[in-house]
């Protein structure tokens, strides 16, 4: 009865948030899932089935996070077909979990989700669980009061399943030893850098050696195919612009929404609740609301409506269509600030108040732009309908899409030329170049399709010119051939030059002596760690790599990114020391062999569900 009360309450529309997310280390999302009843069945787990709509939901919600991660993501990349294997095999270890979860005695309570949807941001209005926000949320989200409760249940008894799973294991001091000998390693090293820039600065080359150059290397200098295409291109946006909206049309709409709109005044209630009273209870209460008592802090008190408790009893407003018809009757009889004597609904027994009553008011001076807007976007819509019907028709083996833009009072353009690659404007979105070097579009001439660039854009093509690949003349490309003949000389030298120093200090010299000699610079590194920010993180990570000196020490050249040659000389390892960690040091060694532990023991302990699962796609 409860429930069926709070279901119709109502409030002001914002914005939904995650509940619950990234607690599935082994599915790779934290979406919530809706277990739609009476779709079609198209995965079933140990005989429990999961609807259609419930893998399409997953999808989307996978989509989405793709996108977030990459910016500037082209959505037509992501093919449902090529995504679904992933969400399914996320839907049947998400389900198994479950499964075994609830078999050995995991549960969550009522209300313990109750109080998790209620303390969701989320579904809250000035810090106020707000009902019809819940609701409105929700159901965007392809949910059901009930589907929804049930989802976030599942993920309520997952959770508890993880925790007590990982919560079980622990850290052994022989491990926590061996990994403070991996973390906590110290490395004595020198190193000296032989650079590359001051070798390409002192090169010299002449014009044959240029000439040379480049007719060794000419694949390099070669155009790539490219092609410009004509298109044509509609939008809502686009007809939106060319719309006009006239004072009538205006003064009309307003007139039929003015008919439908409930005037009556917004009454904002509050109540506390008792599902199953006494009358020993009601006369509690009642004194004490004759008394003077604060209603807020009875309500706290006695109701029931967990909901509203904590708020003192506030339900929000009401226009009279909210509540049950005797609670609203009450709560129109009174003056603001006055309790009702008890009043029964299907849900129990209520003292109502009323907060404050708010005159509704619907005036064309303030609705006049938003229904200007409305009115645009729907004839933009209703003719962007047509022009598609239109634009497909007349460009199927089309001359040119000039007449085809005449007919339908557009525009033709032409591009800037592209390679596979892409390039500007239209260019820019892969379904676009995949349609201009198509067979049809490249080969046969034929216009494209009509290609969807989403957000109720689209886009045909037609080839304007085709531009196959050429060898560029050395004028064109003298700058690069320079360069490339410069870097070219200067890798040989500093190879050259560097094996003949890596010799030296593999010959036994030290390598400040071998730097010293040739006026070069060189570094030591003393007692770092893998996690030292003080030196230099390139050098350091390849010291990481190198092997571990017995008897002398190790010697390992390599270039670094910026092409400048590098010897570097290990001297000493030094093992981490388990027994000098502080007590933070060593919670968080704890933990990072803990969280590891529990990732493998939660994935071996997945794999046999998995194993014994009966699974039909």
């Keep these: 009865m409860l429930d069926s009360f709070r279901t119709n309450m109502r409030g002001i529309a914002t914005v939904i948030v995650v509940i619950i997310g990234g607690i599935f280390a082994f599915s790779g999302t934290g979406s919530l899932f809706v277990s739609g009843t009476g779709a079609e069945a198209v995965l079933i787990v140990n005989d429990e089935s999961v609807s259609a709509l419930r893998v399409q939901q997953v999808l989307s919600s996978e989509k989405q996070r793709i996108l977030r991660q990459n910016e500037g993501l082209d959505p037509a990349l992501l093919d449902d077909e090529l995504i679904r294997p992933q969400v399914i095999q996320q839907l049947i270890s998400r389900k198994v979990v479950a499964q075994s979860a609830i078999d050995q005695g995991f549960g969550a309570s009522s209300k313990a989700v109750s109080e998790l949807i209620l303390a969701t941001p989320g579904f809250q209005v000035d810090g106020r669980f707000d009902q019809e926000v819940f609701q409105y949320m929700i159901r965007n989200q392809g949910f059901t009061s009930a589907t929804f409760v049930e989802t976030v249940k599942e993920d309520l008894l997952i959770q508890q399943f993880i925790q007590g799973l990982t919560s079980t294991n622990f850290v052994t001091e022989a491990e926590l030893a061996n990994l403070a000998r991996f973390t906590e390693q110290e490395r004595d090293y020198y190193y000296l850098t032989l650079p590359m820039q001051p070798i390409i600065d002192g090169i010299d080359i002449s014009e044959q050696q240029i000439v040379d150059h480049y007719e060794q290397t000419k694949a390099r200098y070669q155009t790539q195919v490219q092609v410009s295409v004509e298109s044509i291109e509609l939008s809502a946006a686009q007809l939106a612009a060319q719309q006009s909206v006239s004072e009538q049309q205006i003064q009309a709409r307003f007139d039929q929404e003015a008919e439908s709109i409930n005037m009556a005044d917004s009454l904002q209630a509050a109540h506390i609740l008792l599902t199953e009273p006494g009358a020993e209870i009601l006369a509690e209460i009642q004194a004490k609301l004759d008394s003077g008592t604060d209603f807020a802090a009875l309500a706290k008190e006695y109701s029931d409506d967990f909901a509203s408790a904590d708020s003192g009893g506030d339900l929000g407003f009401t226009t009279g269509e909210t509540f049950p018809a005797a609670f609203e009757t009450a709560l129109a009889a009174l003056e603001v600030g006055q309790v009702s004597a008890p009043v029964e609904t299907d849900a129990g027994t209520h003292f109502i108040k009323l907060l404050d009553r708010q005159k509704e008011s619907f005036e064309l001076a303030a609705e006049s732009a938003r229904i200007e807007q409305e009115l645009l976007r729907e004839a933009a819509s209703d003719l962007l309908v047509e022009k598609l019907e239109m634009l497909k028709e007349l460009s199927f083996n089309s001359e040119t899409l000039v007449e085809v833009a005449a007919d339908l009072e557009l525009e033709a353009t032409v591009s800037e030329p592209f390679s596979r690659a892409g390039g500007k404007g239209i260019a820019a979105f892969p379904v676009v170049v995949k349609a201009a070097f198509s067979p049809e579009v490249l080969e046969d001439k034929y216009a494209s399709e009509v290609l969807d660039l989403g957000d109720d854009r689209y886009v045909v093509i037609k080839l304007q010119e085709y531009f196959p690949a050429r060898q560029k003349q050395l004028e064109e490309v003298r700058a690069g051939v320079e360069t490339n003949l410069r870097q070219t000389i200067a890798k040989q030298a500093i190879a050259e030059q560097g094996e003949a120093l890596l010799a030296r200090v593999q010959a036994g010299e030290s390598v400040e002596a071998v730097a010293k000699s040739a006026g070069l610079e060189w570094q030591a590194g003393q007692n770092v760690k893998r996690v030292d920010r003080s030196v230099n993180e390139e050098i350091k990570m390849a010291v990481f790599q190198m092997d571990a000196p017995a008897d002398k020490p190790t010697i390992k050249a390599f270039s670094a990114a910026n ?36 990732s493998r023991d939660l994935e071996a302990y997945q794999a046999s569900l998995l194993a014994q699962a009966e699974i039909v796609q």
Excluded at 581 to 588: G, I, K, M, P
Aim: charged letters at 10%; aromatic letters at 6%.
């Design 563 to 598: 092409a400048d040659y590098i010897i570097a000389s290990l001297q000493t390892v030094t093992p981490g020391d388990a027994s000098v960690l502080s007590q933070e040091q060593r919670a968080n060694l704890s933990f990072a062999v803990q969280s590891t532990n529990s």
